[in-house]
């Protein structure tokens, strides 16, 4: 960004040429400092409308009215439990006490399928499942049969 100065008679295309640069070099800067106002201006659209559509879905105020349910604190234990080694280990052997003590008990050496049924309905929560109707593939409209008059059965003829 020196300026030239071998001649003197091309000094003044030079000086041109040297001012010419820097104004280049201003406009640059002047362009490049408002693009980044304008780009910081948008963030902060971007921002305050994203808090806006935040405040629309907040439904703290509702949870208010809504009565609080009690959350199982079994399962969360079970999401913390991490399988490595020494936990496998100790599995393996609560499950095989586990499943001597079952072959062990008089119910389910007596009738071993009827004890795991039970099992299964003491533990297990009752589904409600309602049967459902059956649908014809025409939205439920029946159709009108029509019966031809040659094939709805024996008839007499009379000659």
């Known amino acids: 960004m020196g300026k030239p100065s071998s001649r003197p008679d091309s000094s003044s295309k030079a000086d041109k040429k040297f001012e010419k640069k820097l104004q280049f070099y201003a406009k640059v800067r002047d362009t490049v400092a408002s693009l980044t106002a304008k780009k910081d201006i948008t963030k902060k ?3 305050r409308s994203r ?3 935040l405040k629309a ?6 949870s208010e009215l809504l009565p609080e349910l009690k959350a199982p604190k079994q399962p969360t234990a079970a999401a913390d ?4 080694c020494k936990s496998r280990q100790q599995l393996i052997l609560k499950e095989g006490k586990q ?5 062990k008990h008089p119910a389910f050496q007596a009738d071993p399928l009827a004890a795991i049924h ?5 533990t297990q929560p009752v589904l409600d499942e309602k049967p459902k109707k059956k649908t014809t593939n025409n939205g439920g409209k029946k159709k ?4 031809s008059k040659a094939s709805s059965g024996p008839q007499s003829m009379d000659i």
């Open 45 to 47: 659209k971007k921002l």
């Open 51 to 53: 808090q806006k559509k």
């Open 57 to 62: 879905y907040d439904l703290s105020a509702l």
């Open 81 to 84: 439990f991490k399988l490595n």
């Open 99 to 103: 499943l001597s003590a079952v072959l």
């Open 118 to 122: 039970q099992h299964l309905q003491s």
């Open 144 to 147: 009108k049969s029509k019966k």
